[in-house]
């Protein structure tokens, strides 16, 4: 039995829908993906609060809200190949793999990416995800192009490799700015080009990379 299903319609309902999602394939995905399994046993309770929350190395699992946003402007029918830069705890790579045909992971840190493989392998049994250590702020070159990028680390600029690396058509999301002011910024490719437009304000913790921020 799923203890945590009344809160998980609450928080899909409060925090999801009442802030304008609308897009029902991420709606779905919201309230499927077990977010508690996520988190440390000790924080489970707060799991479907509005907040982040700690996850080891200095790093968080991103706020409900913020996860619904960025994949919603990834605007993913089902057919995508996508590359997440930041696996983080491993949930918004689920809600991604829910939704998407194949999800390309990567992670700085080993640790943190080797907890989210073994919950995302083991315990919710995904297919559709290849995962990487390393750099993300360089990509993945040998599997792009790819039809969707999402960042879910604040960079100074959008790396160029990623512009490089997505398709004709592509959507980007990625946090833009400095450690404290953080914009999230959505591009669409179009004829090689990158076509920006602002989001909102956000606060996540930095990129540390070649195209990021230095250690
Ligand atoms: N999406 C994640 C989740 O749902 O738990 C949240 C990720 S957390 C806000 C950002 C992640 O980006 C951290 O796990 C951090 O280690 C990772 N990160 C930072 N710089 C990176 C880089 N250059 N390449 C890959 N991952 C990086």
Do not use: C
């Not at 996850?55 to 699992?61: L, S, V």
């Not at 491993?90 to 939704?99: F, K, P």
Request: proline letters at 6%.
């Amino acid at each position: 039995m799923d203890i945590y299903r009344t809160a998980r319609e609450r928080m899909v309902e409060t925090q999801i829908k009442m802030r304008g999602i609308k897009d029902d394939k991420v709606i779905k995905a919201m309230l499927k993906v077990p977010r508690h399994l996520f988190v440390e046993e000790a924080l489970r309770d707060q799991a479907y609060g509005d907040f982040p929350l700690p996850i080891g190395e200095g790093q968080t699992i991103s706020q409900p809200y913020i996860v619904a946003l960025m994949t919603e402007a990834l605007e993913l029918k089902g057919t995508e190949r996508v590359l997440e830069v930041g696996t983080g705890s491993g949930y918004q790579t689920a809600i991604l793999a829910e939704i998407a045909l194949w999800v390309y992971t990567i992670e700085k840190y080993p640790t943190l990416q080797e907890r989210a493989k073994r919950i995302l392998l083991q315990e919710l049994n995904y297919r559709n995800i290849t995962f990487k250590i390393g750099d993300g702020s360089l990509g993945w070159k040998e599997a792009s192009p790819f039809d969707a990028i999402i960042v879910t680390a604040a960079s100074p600029q959008i790396p160029p490799p990623l512009i490089e690396q997505l398709a004709e058509g592509g959507r980007i999301v990625i946090p833009v700015g400095d450690a404290f002011s953080q914009m999230l910024v959505k591009g669409v490719k179009k004829g090689g080009l990158l076509h920006t437009k602002n989001l909102e304000p956000v606060r996540f913790v930095k990129l540390i990379g070649a195209y990021g921020f230095k250690e």
